[in-house]
């Protein structure tokens, strides 16, 4: 990560000045001495400091907001309908609101109705196939004031692989900078490959992004996937920043509650060994792509290594029938041969 602060009117500062427009907060004297304060930091350190005591400040007096999960339908299997209520995060901080009913609807029609518990978070299943629908949305009122937001909806067939891809270091080169404190992140790049790959996989798989950024970044990062023109699909973020910071356990027990509605969830794509762990902990064929060391992390990880998208293609490629065949690849999981099931694309290529 480049450095978050740089001389004179750093990252940092510019950033709250955007929070203190935004909240009306420039007549408070406590806003004024903290960013007055960072914007002159270089100690990173320091700048955490200021922070914290500046969402103490914020957090109270910010509004409600409402952020919606991607809806899944599949034929025969119940969806899961999942929202988050909070107080707008600063700096990623955040404030789950419990115990206010959210009402979900597809099309105008209510589907469901739950309080949000832990986080701010409510959650529920329904079998809402074999209905279809344009548009999804979750209401809550919050303080007496309704606050709404919608979501996509992804219509799934049951018979297609299910694949978890990593978002930041496996298909985007992040520049955390511009990610946590500017408007909109204009200078992550995709990782070479990875866009045209996941296009050649959308067309016999489903894909489901999986990220342990925290939820704050999700409408970001939905941008950031559209405007780089990645194949659709929903994007499951960190709940909290608890998730945010045990990245590998939020994977393991998020793919574990994804896994009982999505049985079929049965690959993941990442770049580092905490992402195959959580794929193997829930009987899933990790993909790792990595640049480096690729050999040795093939026998120590005992998982499927590749150096780059391209190869990632080829791998999908030979192994096409099995790994597009649900049934058969959780059967070769289950019975601890997968890794002699695979074929290896280098080998098949000088053939």
């Given at each position: 990560m480049r450095a978050l602060v740089a001389e004179g009117d750093t990252?940092?500062?510019?950033?709250?000045?955007?929070?203190?427009?935004?909240y009306r907060l420039?007549?408070?004297?406590?806003?004024?001495?903290?960013?007055?304060?960072?914007?002159?930091?270089?100690?990173?350190?320091?700048?955490?400091?200021?922070?914290?005591v500046l969402c103490v400040v914020v957090v109270g007096c910010s509004p409600a907001i409402l952020t919606l999960d991607g809806l899944v339908l599949v034929r025969g299997q119940e969806s899961m309908l999942l929202a988050q209520l909070e107080r707008e995060p600063v700096l990623g901080?955040?404030?789950?609101?419990?115990?206010?009913?959210?009402?979900?609807?597809?099309?105008?029609?209510?589907?469901?109705e739950q309080?949000?518990?832990?986080?701010?978070?409510?959650?529920?299943?329904?079998?809402?196939?074999?209905?279809?629908?344009?548009?999804?949305?979750a209401i809550a009122v919050v303080d007496g004031r309704t606050v709404r937001t919608t979501g996509s909806i992804f219509d799934w067939r049951d018979d297609l692989t299910i694949i978890a891809v990593d978002i930041d270091g496996t298909i985007?080169?992040?520049d955390y900078d511009d990610l946590i404190f500017d408007d909109e992140d204009k200078d992550s790049t995709p990782i070479l490959n990875s866009r045209e790959a996941l296009f050649a996989l959308a067309n016999d798989f489903h894909l489901v992004y999986v990220t342990g950024r925290p939820r704050f970044l999700l409408e970001k990062t939905r941008a950031w996937l559209a405007t780089h023109g990645f194949p659709p699909g929903p994007v499951i973020a960190a709940g909290g920043l608890r998730d945010f910071l045990r990245q590998g356990g939020f994977k393991r027990e998020t793919l574990?509650?994804?896994?009982?509605?999505?049985?079929?969830l049965l690959?993941?794509?990442?770049?580092?060994?905490?992402?195959?762990?959580?794929?193997?902990?829930?009987?899933?064929?990790?993909?790792?792509?990595?640049?480096?060391?690729?050999?040795r992390k093939r026998r120590t990880w005992q998982v499927a290594v590749v150096p780059g998208w391209e190869d990632v293609t080829q791998l999908f490629a030979v192994n096409h029938r099995l790994?597009?065949?649900?049934?058969?690849?959780?059967?070769?999981?289950?019975?601890?041969?997968?890794?002699?099931?695979?074929?290896?694309?280098s080998d098949v290529s000088r053939q």
């Open positions: 990252a940092a500062g510019r950033y709250l000045k955007r929070v203190g427009r935004r420039g007549a408070s004297p406590a806003f004024r001495l903290v960013t007055g304060f960072v914007g002159r930091l270089n100690d990173r350190r320091l700048v955490s400091t200021c922070c914290v901080f955040r404030d789950g609101i419990e115990n206010v009913r959210i009402r979900f609807r597809v099309d105008g029609r209510q589907v469901a309080l949000t518990a832990d986080e701010g978070r409510a959650s529920t299943f329904r079998d809402l196939s074999p209905a279809s629908g344009a548009e999804f949305e985007s080169d992040t574990a509650r994804f896994r009982q509605c999505w049985p079929n690959i993941g794509i990442g770049d580092k060994h905490r992402d195959a762990e959580a794929y193997r902990a829930n009987g899933m064929l990790p993909v790792i792509v990595t640049a480096n060391d690729v050999a790994l597009s065949d649900p049934r058969a690849l959780a059967d070769t999981i289950n019975n601890h041969c997968i890794q002699g099931a695979l074929a290896d694309p």
